[in-house]
């Protein structure tokens, strides 16, 4: 199943230049069941790394521009009278596919947001007091812009909990760079990507990473991590967040073909992971985040 | 441009709430040393900023606090008419604390303030050093780290309780740093005391006249007058110490005072004897002059003799300066009087006689000096007047009139040690013999090794002169009340309100195991309060240089002291941080033991773990560093995964065979360490 994903992660690559440790991280929040959320300026290739993902996927996949005048409705779908069967008929939106990307999510009006981030939780919706259970697999990779450009509505602390990950893909390399502007256009590079990974072995493969072994030294290793982050912040790593972190370490131990999650696998997803959860501490932003992570994981010792 | 101070409270409250009740708390303790509106000035200021601004947002003008600046500084001037002095100069803090709490809205602000509420808890310490108040004071500083813990920690009140446990243990942590900074830190000035309070002293004590009722109203305060430790062992029993205080030579009826005396005529070594008694006494400051000897002095140099007093007329002793610190000095003294001459000018002073006597008194001393031969008969027979003719003994006399002493003697009969000294003395010089009023203490309380005397026991007795034999020490509450000599004034009291009280008997017993518990209590919390005292408050740099000497350290300049302190400074810092380290680290179990065994063997050869590295990652870096053992120092690595974090039944025999298969000692690769160092993943 191993090589599936390394397939996998090597025609993404191809797409993205020079982002495989990025691309890697993806995958694992997508075989940890969890949602993705990638921040970066415009321009270095969010769009195109779920729209590459998606594609390798097999999965279907619907995209949603998200504008500050998007209503629920246009996301989760509404009920329409049909004249010929006396009757309403729910119509779905777009959320109903089992990839979904959200362009620029924070540019939605918060009430647009929780209406989505509330699907993303409960795993279905519900209007007009029918309840419509959403695809499985059901993943949202949602992309937004750095909270400080104009005409943005920054996700409240709670929501962005919500997400397994946050990546940031940043400027690619020189070589990268020039790998690109030889090549051919990104888009057309996408349409014409084959699956290489199928709905029913994802699951497969998602099940297999809940039986990763965590042991009780990890666990200890783990929750050192998280008192850390209580001790040092003001509000530390929430129990989801524990649990995500546990979640994202076993499809990272996975994706390194091994049957037990080792303290390198937590370290390797745990700024990916904990980032976002704690940038919102006082006076910290993004890169804020990230340093915390970062120096989260090198004061807590591994016995 | 400068950044705007934020208009919004952003503070969080508890902590807010927190150094506020710490500052009151440090501040309860001086409420009497300070302007009561200050006070209040601080009280509003703090329920404003707590209650108005962080629930409004809106910080205070600038217009306000400067209008209350000037409120403050006219409050002053009014109150003390001047900024110099403690009382002022703490009011003006106050209010200055109050503004402070006013504009408190930042991180910077509140640890200024937290700094503020350490320093008012401190100035209590200027006015007393009761044992007491130092644990107080103890309490508000743990108090203020611990809101300073939880300030850094999020602010949340329900943190509180962790918070002040660690700041507890912060402060414990610093606790031998301080022990070490105490004992060694040159000591520039003379001891560790700073009060400097005058308002405090002179309100019960000693006076330097004698008048009725003087020193009955000091016979409930349990206020402890001075210590008294025998250096030499000698310790006379408690009945026999009579702590000389002050004599007094001009008598008017009950009041005395005195006297026109100047010259210390008596001052003569040699003229005592008996076996020498050393005290070493601890005065408490009254803000007088008056120093307290056994029965009496004697004026020999003694070793421990540092302080300088003169003698004054009458044989007593007095301190040159008015004390207002913890006075010490030692001083020997003899119980026997070989005098024989009296100087003319003594005696005259000796038998002068009240401007007015009335005609009964004067019968009445007349009387008995014709019925005796002697002077020593004229005095038994005063004593034995005293005893039969129905007299009592009370703390509570009533007042006396206009002719006090007819009074006493033929109507009331009522009095207090006073009444009957200064009666006394009056009849003695009616009937020729040159006498004089001793005030001082009697006896005190035997608390192991030293002697407490307490306000309670302050005392009044006479010496008469006899030919042949000196001033013989008369007192003639003995007459009255023997038991009040012999047990104590407390005991005496107890005793007394038992026979008035014969209802109760049955539950007197229990009464008085209750009374002696609450007596053994009472005399073990004097006995630390002693040993602080002794050993804290009094440490000086006269102690300090002994203490050097029985270090082993002679002759110690400023110089060395701060050596010694900066070494054992360092020596602590060190221990406590191996502690900390230690303390840390949970135990190892033994797969946990043979891979430290292999970390500390690839440690020798210039590879180091760093804590956070996992097995894995440190066996990649060890393996690229040596590359000639890189299988072996693989295998190690992920057997030791394998059994701490894998699923299987742990056996470490395995991983003790793996590190057995590694050499005993690494070839330093050199070049190829430096490019192996750890990084942690930066996706």
Request: with cysteine.
């Amino acid at each position: 199943m191993q090589s599936r994903i390394e397939a996998l992660v090597a025609q993404v690559s191809e797409i993205i230049v020079g982002k495989e440790d990025a691309i890697r991280l993806a995958v694992a929040c997508l075989l940890a069941r969890g949602h993705l959320l990638i921040e970066d300026v415009p321009g270095v290739g969010k769009t195109t790394l779920s729209h590459a993902l998606a594609r390798s996927l097999g999965l279907n996949f619907r995209r949603i521009q998200f504008t500050s005048d998007l209503l629920p409705a246009d996301i989760l779908g509404n009920s329409i009278f049909d004249r010929e069967q006396q009757r309403f008929v729910f119509h779905a939106g777009p959320i109903f596919s089992q990839v979904v990307l959200i362009d620029e999510v924070n540019r939605a009006t918060p009430k647009t947001q929780s209406a989505l981030l509330e699907a993303m939780e409960e795993n279905h919706v519900t209007i007009d007091g029918a309840s419509h259970v959403l695809p499985v697999p059901f993943f949202v990779m949602a992309t937004q812009n750095p909270q400080h450009q104009v005409g943005t509505f920054p996700l409240p602390e709670s929501q962005l909990d919500r997400f397994l990950m946050r990546l940031e893909l940043g400027v690619p390399s020189r070589s990268a760079e020039r790998t690109m502007l030889l090549g051919l256009e990104r888009r057309d590079l996408v349409r014409d990507l084959k699956p290489v990974l199928e709905g029913e072995a994802l699951r497969e493969i998602q099940t297999a990473v809940r039986g990763v072994h965590t042991s009780a030294a990890l666990l200890d290793y783990l929750q050192d991590v998280l008192e850390g982050s209580r001790r040092r912040h003001r509000t530390g790593l929430s129990p989801r967040a524990g649990l995500a972190l546990l979640r994202a370490s076993q499809a990272w131990a996975f994706m390194q073909r091994r049957d037990m999650v080792l303290p390198e696998d937590l370290q390797a997803v745990g700024v990916a992971v904990m980032a976002h959860r704690l940038g919102e501490d006082f006076e910290t932003t993004a890169e804020g985040g990230r340093a915390l992570a970062q120096s989260l994981l090198r004061e807590t010792a591994v016995a | 441009m400068k950044p705007s101070p934020p208009t919004r409270s952003v503070l969080p409250i508890a902590p807010l709430l927190g150094v506020c009740l710490g500052i009151l708390a440090g501040l309860a303790p001086l409420l009497s040393q300070v302007a009561p509106w200050a006070v209040l000035l601080l009280i509003g200021a703090a329920g404003m900023r707590l209650f108005v601004s962080q629930r409004s947002g809106a910080m205070p003008s600038l217009a306000l606090k400067v209008v209350l600046i000037a409120l403050g500084a006219g409050g002053i001037a009014l109150t003390y008419g001047s900024m110099l002095g403690t009382e002022s100069g703490l009011s003006i803090l106050i209010i200055l604390v109050a503004l402070k709490v006013l504009e408190t809205n930042s991180a910077r602000d509140f640890h200024v303030l937290a700094l503020l509420g350490y320093f008012l808890a401190l100035c209590d310490l200027f006015f007393s050093q009761d044992l007491l108040l130092w644990l107080y004071v103890g309490l508000v500083v743990v108090w203020v780290t611990a809101t300073l813990v939880c300030f850094h920690r999020g602010g949340q009140a329900r943190a509180y309780w962790r918070a002040s446990r660690t700041a507890g243990a912060l402060l414990l942590q610093g606790l031998p740093l301080a022990l070490v900074l105490f004992a060694l830190f040159p000591r520039a000035y003379g001891g560790f005391r700073f009060q400097f309070s005058r308002s405090l002293i002179g309100t019960a004590g000693m006076s330097d006249r004698l008048s009725p009722g003087s020193v009955a109203s000091l016979a409930l305060s349990e206020t402890v007058a001075f210590r008294a430790s025998f250096p030499d062992g000698n310790v006379p029993p408690l009945s026999q110490m009579y702590w000389r205080g002050a004599v007094f030579w001009k008598g008017n009826g009950l009041n005395w005072e005195p006297g026109p005396l100047r010259d210390p005529l008596e001052r003569r070594i040699g003229q005592l004897g008996g076996t020498p008694i050393r005290q070493r006494i601890y005065l408490q400051p009254h803000g007088g002059k008056w120093l307290f000897a056994l029965d009496r002095p004697s004026g020999e140099r003694t070793r421990g003799d540092t302080a300088r007093f003169d003698f004054m007329p009458g044989s007593y002793l007095q301190s040159q300066r008015i004390l207002f610190n913890l006075f010490t000095y030692e001083v020997v003294s003899r119980p026997e009087n070989r005098e024989t001459v009296l100087a003319r000018e003594q005696e005259r002073a000796a038998l002068a006689l009240p401007l007015q006597v009335s005609p009964r008194v004067k019968a009445l001393a007349e009387s008995w000096r014709a019925a005796s031969k002697t002077d020593r008969e004229v005095i038994d027979r005063a004593l034995q007047h005293f005893r039969v003719e129905r007299f009592s003994y009370s703390l509570e006399p009533g007042s006396y009139g206009q002719d006090a002493l007819d009074e006493f003697l033929f109507e009331r009969r009522v009095g207090f040690c006073e009444h009957y000294a200064a009666t006394f003395a009056t009849l003695m010089r009616l009937a020729g013999i040159p006498s004089r009023v001793v005030i001082g203490y009697h006896g005190g309380e035997l608390n192991g090794s030293y002697v407490r005397v307490r306000q309670s026991d302050a005392h009044a007795w006479t010496e008469a002169w006899i030919k042949g034999k000196g001033w013989l020490r008369v007192d003639p509450t003995e007459a009255i009340a023997p038991e009040r000599i012999s047990s104590g004034l407390a005991s005496y009291l107890e005793s007394q309100a038992a026979a008035s009280d014969d209802a109760s008997s049955g539950a007197s017993n229990t009464a008085l195991g209750w009374r002696e518990m609450m007596r053994e209590m009472r005399l073990a919390w004097d006995n630390i309060n002693y040993q602080w005292d002794l050993r804290v408050l009094n440490y000086d740099e006269d102690n300090q240089r002994s203490f050097f000497a029985q270090i082993g350290i002679k002759n110690a300049g400023w110089m060395e002291p701060l050596l010694w302190l900066l070494l054992a400074a360092l020596v602590l810092l060190s221990l406590l941080s191996l502690w900390l380290r230690r303390s840390g680290k949970p135990p190892r179990d033994e797969i946990g033991r043979w891979f430290a065994k292999f970390t500390k063997l690839l440690a020798s050869a210039g590879v180091v773990r760093e804590p956070w590295e996992g097995p894995i990652r440190f066996g990649e870096r060890a393996a690229a560093a040596c590359p000639n053992h890189a299988p072996a120092i693989q295998h190690v690595a992920t057997t030791y995964a394998k059994l701490r974090y894998g699923a299987a039944p742990q056996e470490p025999r395995e991983l003790a065979d793996a590190v057995r298969a590694l050499p005993k000692s690494f070839a330093k690769t050199g070049g190829e360490l430096a490019s192996a160092d750890a990084t942690l993943p930066s996706p």
